[in-house]
């Protein structure tokens, strides 16, 4: 299951087409959190179409469980014609996170926005089987974006004892997509077309010819578990000023990891990859 703010950053984008081209994953549904969320599901459900497969797709939480502001980069969904005609699912998303969850307690979520429909998700019982989150920065005293726009959902997750991997930015910073990389996403067929597109917007709006796959490397951690070191510790994350600020704190017995190092070059190459078999048709998803 992914829960994503995807539209604004394009690595949600890049983390979905990466999981559609995974053939041990069955995505069971897509939910998106932060702002407008049912501009993000229908997002989600074109990218889905575009890859031939079939995934429900729900819409969140618009606001934070703080009541923070949302930021609104302003160029979601901006590339792609008739988005209102993509049917997304009307069960609210934590509704579905929490019967799903309760389905035989085997549900793996990544969580790559900001952490409130998991939180919500939990506060009704919701019982996961693990909980993979792209947030914090863990060696800098510095907020990251998606622990910054909601601390207190982040707190939520981190002290409700469900075993979870995070993975902050000084990790996810070592990977890159630049034009070379580029090249290969844009060859992955209609939705490798879209995808392609979606990052030089993003470029565009950044000034830059570069982006960092924040989400793809926090997501391909529950997929290729080799590829990196982790550590136990207690995740502790601010809700007063500096907003956000993370924590880790060495637990021998804690059932939070955070991850350490990574093989940048391999980790990389595994993205490029199973982002570009996201082209090949897919089956309905029905499990996690």
């Known amino acids: 299951m992914l829960d994503t703010d995807i539209g604004s950053n394009v690595d949600d984008a890049l983390a979905l087409g990466m999981l559609l081209g995974s053939p041990e994953v069955e995505l069971v549904g897509v939910t998106t959190v932060y702002g407008d969320t049912a501009l993000r599901a229908r997002l989600a459900r074109r ?29 979601e969904g901006a590339l792609f014609a008739d988005l209102a005609a993509e049917q997304v699912a009307a069960r609210p ?3 579905f996170l929490v019967d ?88 992955a067929g209609r939705i490798g077309v879209a995808l392609a597109a979606e990052v030089e917007q993003y470029w565009r709006y950044r000034g830059q010819q570069h982006n960092i796959p924040h989400d793809p490397v926090a997501a391909l951690t529950l997929l290729r578990p080799d590829l990196f070191q ?8 601010s809700t007063e000023e ?28 595994e993205i ?6 996201s082209a090949s048709p897919r089956r309905s998803s029905s499990a996690s």
């Open 93 to 95: 998303a934590a509704d």
């Open 230 to 237: 982790t550590e136990p510790v207690e995740v502790a994350v």
């Open 272 to 277: 490029l990859a199973r982002i570009c078999q």
């Open 100 to 187: 799903a969850a309760r389905e035989g307690g085997d549900l793996d979520v990544i969580a790559i926005g900001p952490l409130t429909n998991i939180a919500a998700a939990i506060k009704a019982g919701g019982k996961f089987r693990h909980v993979t989150v792209m947030g914090g920065r863990f060696t800098a005293d510095q907020p990251e974006h998606n622990f910054a726009a909601d601390p207190e959902a982040a707190r939520v997750v981190f002290t409700s004892g469900i075993p979870a991997t995070v993975c902050g930015l000084e990790i996810t910073e070592q990977v890159r997509i630049t034009p070379n990389e580029l090249v290969r996403i844009r060859a």
């Open 242 to 269: 500096p907003a956000g600020l993370s924590v880790a704190t060495a637990a021998p017995s804690s059932p939070v990891r955070v991850v350490t190092a990574l093989d940048a070059t391999a980790v990389g190459e």
């Open 47 to 75: 990218l889905v179409g575009l890859a031939a497969a079939d995934v429900p797709c729900y819409a969140g939480a618009r606001e934070t469980l703080t009541g923070r502001p949302v930021w609104w980069a302003g160029h």
